[in-house]
């Protein structure tokens, strides 16, 4: 009798760890990734191998070239402990020792800590978002060019990793960032990484800094493992801006909050704890991706330390500014 309740308490437990190895709240020992797998985007939803809803919750970091100290592994090991499954690595094309401005020295050095980022999140079991961070530069054609060149190195030497998302273009904005130009890039930048990366999820930014994503519901690209940006500033952006989301996805468009802060759209002023709320709830109620800017101690309210401390890993909690304590504490 005993032996018999021993065997079926044996399968039952067999049972549930199966039953947790794909669950997003991954059983003890299993990382983000080998609990889900590649992500993949099915049914207007960001899910992970099984089909099963993913929700990202990723740190951005500020630009690679201003705080190359954060991209190491105590950093996102502390962050991962917090809840956060991602580090969105952000490459700035244009401002200070952005890719494209910079020398070919930049360059190198640019592609050598993105590779550090990688393999770290990467041996922690975490997602990673290669963010071609455009800004100034409105239209994302500008660089085309080299973003197909970077594209299609990185997208090559990545092509073994399911943890890799590539998101290609941060923020079109201005009159020459519209639909028609986002569409042409890319369709180009896409056709460039599929060439030698089938499956990775691709991340396409949208007009007026990632918020129009109505643009991209009403004429979504072709192709698979295509999700679209939305970006959003709690202090500035409010319910009209959350209505465009909810009509997006509720459209059926796959949209990743691939970046957004607490504090006004400049990046400092007021941190809105109660918009945050408001927004909270809605990408809850949707599961949407959610990714916060940024992985600083700069002295601007959007960053996620506080600008007094100087250590780069293993924080506690009381390093954390107003907007990373609400990160932790309440979104993650
Ligand atoms: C801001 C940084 C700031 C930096 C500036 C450069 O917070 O320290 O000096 O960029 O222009 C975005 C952008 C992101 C901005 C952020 C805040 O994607 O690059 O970072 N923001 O302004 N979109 C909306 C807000």
């Known amino acids: 009798m005993k032996k018999i309740y021993g065997v079926a308490l044996g399968i039952i437990v067999l049972l549930l760890g199966a039953g947790c190895f794909f669950n997003q709240s991954a059983a003890a020992g299993a990382t983000p990734v080998s609990a889900n797998g590649r992500l993949q985007v099915k049914g207007g939803r960001i899910v992970n191998a099984k089909g099963k809803p993913f929700v990202i919750k990723g740190v951005s970091t500020h630009g690679l070239s201003w705080y190359p100290q954060y991209v190491n592994k105590s950093a996102f090991s502390s962050l991962k402990k917090r809840g956060a499954n991602t580090i969105r690595l952000a490459m700035y094309t244009e401002e200070y020792n952005g890719y494209c401005t910079g020398d070919s020295e930049n360059r190198r050095n640019l592609e050598a800590l993105l590779d550090k980022g990688v393999k770290e999140a990467t041996a922690l079991g975490m997602y ?10 409105g239209n994302p054609l500008t660089h085309k060019k080299e973003a197909q060149a970077f594209f299609k190195k990185i997208a090559k030497k990545y092509n073994k990793y399911k943890n890799i998302l590539f998101e290609i273009c941060n923020e079109p ?42 643009a991209a519901a009403a004429d979504p690209l072709k192709g698979s493992g295509i999700a679209y940006a939305f970006h959003f500033y709690a202090s500035t952006h409010k319910q009209d801006l959350r209505n465009k989301l909810e009509a997006a996805v509720k459209k059926g468009l796959p949209v990743i909050v691939s970046e957004f802060g607490l504090s006004e759209a400049s990046g400092n002023g007021v941190v ?9 709830k809605l990408m809850n109620r949707y599961k949407l991706g959610r990714v916060a800017w940024s992985l600083s101690n700069k002295d601007e309210s959007s960053a996620l330390l506080k600008p007094s401390c100087q250590k780069t890993g293993g924080w506690k909690a009381s390093d954390f500014s107003k907007a990373g304590k609400w990160l932790f504490g309440v979104c993650f």
Do not use: M
């Open 128 to 137: 990673v978002i290669i963010d071609w961070h455009i800004l100034s530069d």
């Open 173 to 214: 904005n201005g009159n020459d960032g519209n639909w028609k130009n986002i569409k042409k890039y890319a369709n180009a930048v896409v056709k460039t990484i599929r060439s030698v990366n089938k499956k990775a999820i691709i991340i396409v930014g949208t007009p007026t800094w990632s918020q129009d994503v109505d």
């Open 272 to 280: 809105d704890i109660k918009e945050a709320n408001k927004w909270n």
